[in-house]
């Protein structure tokens, strides 16, 4: 009887001794508390009210303040639908130009407005409320990428490759010599070029893959901002395919991908995120991406959203086929019904 209790004795050190060396290691590899996960572990698990559907916004903004450009409106606009029952993720990515008839102005703008609100909570409700007007669907959470975040991204999980259907060249791509000293004699832009076939995205042309828009007048041959919507849909269709392989193959990069986590702006909680982990996380590998693509055109009958062929407010304009939106949330709603 001495020898088992001792033996239990001896297991309960080690058992503390081990959980006490892993709570410093992730306290040092995470700059949070020592007990910090501990305490957001049992909240979660605590938690009932995990949804089985997540509704995200994500934004992507190209902020700019240098001597050709100075902005903070979003390039890229996808609402998003993870559907946890279904193991469905869909996507559905807007142009830029879209008009907001709430707003008063394009959907690329409601960001930067919401900056003027006095904090966080407010900057979120409004962004979730402006765009929940134009899709009918309610907005959970939002998710802001900038450029550089995408290429800190892409390095952490060693790239991403995309097969591109065909070659686009950009003649007219902002030259970043220039832009940091307008004065070296820098041409002011330079020429950009993907070859068709398999490209492999880092840090170094990650950035000029996804801001690339006048390589064509077409969208088909990776010109306008359509062109650059398809891209922007391959690279995040790339980027979740390798996040999933990461998370299972490479687990010793969920402290990179949680200290880069923080640095993202967006409106979800630690707590939130790891009581949908214990409740989904197994499922994450049979997850499927689903892009529901939005026709875009000149044709009022056919296109979900088109050109007016007329500006509005001295602006080039998308509008949808109905000013209540009413035709495009039909489209969603549809699309998001079980498969």
């Known amino acids: 009887m001495k020898k088992i209790i001792l033996i239990l004795a001896i297991s309960l050190c080690l058992f503390a001794l081990i959980t006490t060396i892993s709570l410093f290691y992730v306290s040092r590899k995470t700059n949070r508390s020592f007990l910090y996960f501990p305490a957001t572990i049992y909240s979660a698990l605590r938690q009932n009210e995990t949804s089985d559907k997540l509704n995200i916004m994500i934004l992507g903004l190209d902020r700019r303040n240098d001597w050709l450009e100075k902005t903070e409106t979003t390039d890229t606009v996808i609402f998003s639908q993870v559907d946890f029952p279904q193991n469905k993720i869909s996507l559905f990515t807007f ?20 900056l003027s609100k006095t904090n966080d909570e407010e900057k979120y409700a409004y962004i979730s409320s402006n765009f929940s007007l134009i899709f009918g669907q309610p907005i959970d959470r939002v998710l ?15 790239g991403v490759d995309i097969f591109l259907e065909n070659s686009f060249k950009d003649e ?7 832009i940091q000293n307008p004065e070296s004699g820098a041409p ?24 690339s828009r006048k390589s064509a007048d077409t969208a088909v041959n990776g010109g306008t901002d359509l062109g650059r919507i398809e891209r922007q849909q391959q690279l995040i269709n790339a980027l979740i395919d390798k996040l999933r392989g990461t998370l299972t193959q490479r687990p010793q990069l969920v402290f990179n991908l949680y200290n880069f986590w923080q640095s993202l702006e967006n409106n979800f ?71």
């Open 269 to 339: 909680t630690d707590t939130e995120i790891i009581a949908y982990a214990l409740k989904y996380g197994f499922n994450l590998k049979n997850m499927s991406i689903i892009r529901y693509p939005i026709s875009t055109g000149e044709n009022p009958e056919t296109d979900l959203i088109y050109h007016p062929l007329k500006f509005i407010n001295s602006q080039w304009v998308f509008i949808p086929q109905d000013k209540d939106y009413s035709r495009l949330q039909q489209y969603i709603s549809k699309s998001l019904l079980p498969l």
């Open 188 to 211: 002011v832009y330079k020429t950009i070029e993907f070859n068709a076939g398999w490209v492999h995205l880092d840090s170094s042309n990650i950035t000029e893959f996804v801001r």
């Open 95 to 114: 142009p830029r130009d879209l008009w907001s008839y709430f707003t008063n102005s394009k959907i690329n703008q409601i960001y930067p407005l919401s």
């Open 172 to 178: 007219k791509y902002p030259n970043e010599a220039y």
């Open 144 to 158: 802001i990428l900038s450029t550089n975040d995408l290429k800190v991204l892409a390095d952490i999980l060693g």
